[in-house]
């Protein structure tokens, strides 16, 4: 039988995923920032915001089905951000 998590331990999930996908795009990002002229730190904080976002709107999405989010839910909207690019 799988645990129950809480409320405030689904957020407290949801948030050091996010962090965790705001840094790998991050970094992901920049050496493609530097060579198109773009400085280091508005190239991090752009890819990052862009991760987190995609993200929050997967979790909308999955919340307003039915009002709640499902540990399912949560996973595949972190999941879509893990997966590699080919």
């Known amino acids: 039988m799988a645990k129950t998590l809480t409320k405030r331990d689904k957020l407290k999930m949801i948030l050091a995923r996010m962090l965790a996908v705001f840094i790998a795009n991050g970094l992901a990002i920049i050496g493609a920032g530097s060579i198109i002229g773009i400085d280091t730190l508005s190239s991090i904080l752009l890819a990052g915001s ?11 999405r999955g919340y307003l089905n039915d009002g709640k989010l499902t540990i399912d839910e949560i996973n595949d909207a972190f999941g879509s951000m893990s997966k590699k690019k080919s």
């Open 50 to 60: 862009l991760g987190v976002a995609k993200v929050t709107e997967a979790l909308a």
